[in-house]
């Protein structure tokens, strides 16, 4: 068995606790169930957000417009907007509209942060004649 697959199983055995500032996380960075198959599955919570950030940023290009390509960086913007939301959240501690261990909240502004940000970065000013 190689280091990388010990490392997993011994970090998935053991509950421990990291306190910065007002933030605790618990368990292993990536939140995962085992299966039979020695292999990690995620977590539901990361599932569902995962799921809900990839429906605000394809709602936002519904909604804005543009090609494939446009669609791929609104996905990454607010995949990256969502786990940050996220994480500030849980800094800040805010327990408002939360389902599970998912701040919906703060997760979904900082993805509609991200998605606007993205959206005027990449918009072409338009040309004066």
């Known amino acids: 068995m190689s280091g990388g697959r010990r490392l997993i199983r011994f970090l998935s055995r053991c509950r ?4 910065i500032v007002a933030f605790q996380f618990t368990g292993s960075f990536w939140p995962a169930l085992p299966r039979s198959d020695n292999q990690l599955m995620p977590a539901p919570s990361v599932a569902f957000a995962f799921i809900l950030a990839t429906m605000l940023g394809a709602l936002f290009h519904l909604v804005v417009g543009g090609d494939v390509r446009v669609l791929a ?3 990454l913007a607010a995949w990256f907007g969502f786990s940050l939301g996220q994480l500030v959240g849980g800094v800040l501690a805010i327990e408002f509209a939360r389902i599970g261990v998912l701040r919906v909240l703060p997760a979904g502004i900082g993805a509609l942060a991200m998605l606007l940000g993205v959206h005027t970065l990449i918009v072409r000013p338009m040309r004066r004649r």
């Not at 421990?16 to 306190?19: A, E, G, L």
């Open 16 to 19: 421990f606790s990291v306190r």
């Open 73 to 75: 960086l609104y996905l």
